[in-house]
């Protein structure tokens, strides 16, 4: 947290993103748990996703591999990104939540 000034309430304080990143980790894998069709398909969801200050990694190899054939394969890129509208609503109210005025956020996926 940094310190921003002084007030007659004592010192504002405004969250840094590194702050929030097992918050956001939690808010993903909750996520995923409410999602039947990602639920039923991805084998440990904690390391599906990895949440750290430079980026949100997502490991397309905890996929089930018919799951991995059927969408991924064969439109890696397109998945990707239809993926990334799916989760978008979850970043959205994370940043409302804490205050952050975020701009946006680096995303990685993995498949190997």
């Known amino acids: ?12 304080r405004q969250l840094e993103y590194r702050d929030t990143v097992k918050l956001l980790q939690e ?4 996520f995923l748990r409410l999602n039947e069709k990602l639920r039923n398909n991805i084998a440990d969801k904690h390391r599906f996703v990895n ?5 949100i990694e997502f490991n397309l190899m905890q996929f089930s591999e018919a799951y991995r054939e059927k969408f ?12 990334i509208e799916l989760i978008n609503p979850v970043l959205i109210g994370f ?11 680096s995303l990685r996926f993995r498949l190997w």
Do not use: H
């Open 27 to 30: 808010k993903l894998v909750l």
């Open 51 to 55: 949440n750290t200050a430079e980026a």
């Open 1 to 12: 947290m940094q310190r921003l000034g002084y007030t007659a309430d004592g010192y504002l």
């Open 95 to 105: 940043v409302k939540e804490i205050g952050f005025d975020a701009q946006g956020f």
């Open 72 to 83: 991924i394969l064969p439109d890696m890129e397109g998945y990707c990104l239809r993926f």
